[in-house]
């Protein structure tokens, strides 16, 4: 099993500054793709930002040049730093992780999530 703990959420004025980490840890072969996502009450989960093995990153277009992801792979870590921030990024925000695990099985593990909230 794959566990992720996330951390780095709280409660933020519009336009400052949080960074979100997340830790995997368990058994782990190998991690590739790495992501964060965020869900808003009632509203779907959606896709924030991903990172894969190699270091290639995508975006949601709504927190383009405001977020950035980035990953440790030796700590086994993927971080978000989030600039910017608006009332509409209010939401709880998952960290998720897929790959191998010592099984040579693939795993798509989640965290618990962490609730990050904008507002004056």
């Known amino acids: 099993q794959v566990q992720l703990v996330e951390s780095g959420g709280g409660l933020v004025q519009p336009g400052g500054s949080l960074r979100l980490s997340c830790a995997a840890s368990?058994?782990?072969?190998?991690?590739?793709?790495m992501a964060w996502y965020r869900q808003a009450p009632g509203k779907q989960r959606e896709l924030v930002a991903s990172?894969?093995?190699?270091?290639?990153?995508n975006y949601a277009d709504s927190v383009k040049g405001r977020f950035t992801i980035s990953r440790d792979n030796a700590k086994r870590m993927v971080y978000l730093q989030m600039n910017s921030l608006k009332p509409e990024d209010t939401a709880n925000y998952y960290c998720?992780?897929?790959?191998?695990?010592?099984?040579?099985?693939?795993?798509?593990?989640w965290g618990q999530g962490t609730q990050v909230t904008v507002s004056s």
């Open positions: 990172v894969g093995s190699g270091g290639s990153t």
């Open positions: 368990g058994s782990i072969f190998s991690i590739n793709e």
């Open positions: 998720n992780t897929r790959g191998l695990s010592r099984l040579l099985r693939d795993y798509d593990s």
